[in-house]
């Protein structure tokens, strides 16, 4: 049988292994470990913070290996899961349906959409164990004509205990994650090696012969016909640039800026994160207990129980770029307006809560989305494969996605990857 190397083992990596593995012997090259849950009690960052000792996000893979930072030039901070199933294990589980940008230019999910629906748990039934704060916030949210509605999640009601730590891993397993799809590749036959960092494409009389990787001390080659790199919206970039390909500074990242303040008895760390959302032009409103900035920006008082924020997250310009292995990315002035607005309307909701304009504080400006850096094109949609790729090479992740979503991305990433796994044994016959 013919040999095909994935190249990460997130949203993307893990559904187009799951589904080449019927037509394909095979190889799943993931960068990270096998993924643990955060594993401390959480007493133990909080003693941290309370004596100054957590000062830069960057620090985290020491307590928590599979979260990965980044920071742009300009200071942002970003964020994704290093690890098996990629950044799908550290995420809270949205699953929206977000493929109208894929759909004009001719993609068609449809099928694709209806088989997550039947392997992928999804409910909004968390909505009836809010706790009162939440509640409380989703009332405020209507009044102020804001539409809110309940987001779906990806997990299993059942062992669900709303304990709010979804960023951090699931520790009762009740999170679905891609770590699931990657579970059922290797049921069907197909091979995993961690710790296994892919550094480029190797290229011969314009085919893709192989990748070069490092694992552990080694420099390794591993030879196949097909080449699928999902290693991500930031990782994949740098894989393509070290293979000799160009790139367009296109990079969305979907920034996130929370307004908090302080809320006696709030809880909110304790509750489903991203309960509800509201939708306003590129923009989402959601509440949000942002551990990171919580841990590290010293804005954020200790106690976390007594902290009421609200998480903006905006669909940004694609401005960015993946450049010598970092990341610039600016926000444009626009984006910045944008932000802005929505600062004003979080005041206005959390002043309606009762909480004073001269108590607010803001969390860490973060992204979590990045993607774009070769999109799909109306060009591309026949055959889902870039063409300025050699034939054999394609790419399954956030990096193909036209525009930025400014919402949760992995259901519609799953379902592009989904019928990229399909247009490769169709194209193979
Ligand atoms: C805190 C947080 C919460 C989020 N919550 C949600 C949510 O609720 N819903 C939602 O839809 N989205 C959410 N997201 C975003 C979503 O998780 C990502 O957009 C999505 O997982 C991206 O999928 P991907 O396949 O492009 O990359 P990833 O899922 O990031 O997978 C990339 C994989 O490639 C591996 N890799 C990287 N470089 C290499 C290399 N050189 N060699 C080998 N392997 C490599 C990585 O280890 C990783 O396993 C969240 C993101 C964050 C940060
Ligand atoms: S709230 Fe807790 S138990 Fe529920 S899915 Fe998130 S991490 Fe798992």
Not at 311 to 332: F, H, N
Request: proline content about 6%.
């Amino acid at each position: 049988m013919r040999t095909a190397i994935v190249v990460g083992s997130g949203a993307g990596g893990a559904a187009v292994a799951k589904e080449l593995q019927e037509g394909f012997d095979v190889l799943v090259l993931e960068a990270g470990r096998e993924f643990r849950p955060f594993a401390l009690n959480l007493a133990v960052p909080e003693r941290l913070k309370r004596l100054g000792l957590l000062f830069d996000e960057r620090h985290i893979r020491r307590l928590f290996p599979a979260m990965r930072i980044d920071k742009t030039r300009e200071g942002m901070v970003l964020v994704r899961g290093i690890g098996t199933g990629g950044t799908t294990t550290i995420a809270t589980g949205n699953a929206l349906r977000l493929d109208r940008d894929l759909r004009a230019i001719g993609v068609d999910l449809d099928a694709e959409f209806a088989e997550l629906d039947r392997e992928v748990p999804v409910s909004t039934a968390h909505q009836n164990r809010w706790n009162e704060t939440t509640r409380r916030l989703f009332s405020i949210f209507e009044e102020t004509g804001l539409e809110p509605r309940p987001l779906p999640k990806m997990r299993r009601r059942e062992s669900c205990g709303s304990c709010g730590r979804c960023v951090l891993g699931c520790p009762s397993g009740a999170k679905w994650d891609s770590r699931e799809f990657l579970r059922a590749a290797l049921d069907r036959g197909a091979r995993l090696i961690t710790g296994c960092r892919v550094g480029e494409v190797v290229l011969e009389k314009g085919r893709a012969v192989g990748v070069g990787a490092r694992l552990g001390a080694a420099r390794k080659f591993f030879p196949a016909d097909i080449i699928v790199l999902a290693a991500g919206g930031i990782g994949t970039p740098v894989i393509l640039q070290n293979s000799g390909f160009r790139l367009e500074p296109r990079l969305f990242v979907d920034p996130v800026l929370c307004v908090a303040g302080p809320w006696k008895r709030a809880f909110q760390n304790v509750d489903i994160p991203m309960p509800f959302v509201a939708e306003r032009g590129p923009l989402i409103l959601s509440p949000y207990f942002d551990y990171l900035s919580y841990f590290f920006n010293r804005d954020w008082p200790a106690g976390a129980g007594n902290i009421l924020s609200l998480m903006i997250k905006l669909a940004d310009a694609r401005s960015g770029a993946v450049a010598g292995g970092g990341v610039e990315k600016d926000l444009t002035l626009e984006d910045t307006e944008a932000l802005r607005s929505a600062v004003d309307l979080c005041v206005e909701i959390l002043g309606r809560m009762g909480i004073g304009k001269s108590d607010m504080f803001f969390g860490t400006l973060n992204a979590g989305h990045p993607g774009g850096m070769l999109p799909l094109t109306s060009a591309d949609a026949g055959t889902l494969h870039p063409r300025r790729l050699p034939e054999n090479l394609f790419l399954a992740d956030a990096t193909l996605l036209p525009e930025a979503l400014g919402k949760p991305p992995i259901l519609t990433i799953m379902a592009l990857a989904k019928k990229i796994a399909k247009a490769i044994r169709a194209a193979d016959g």
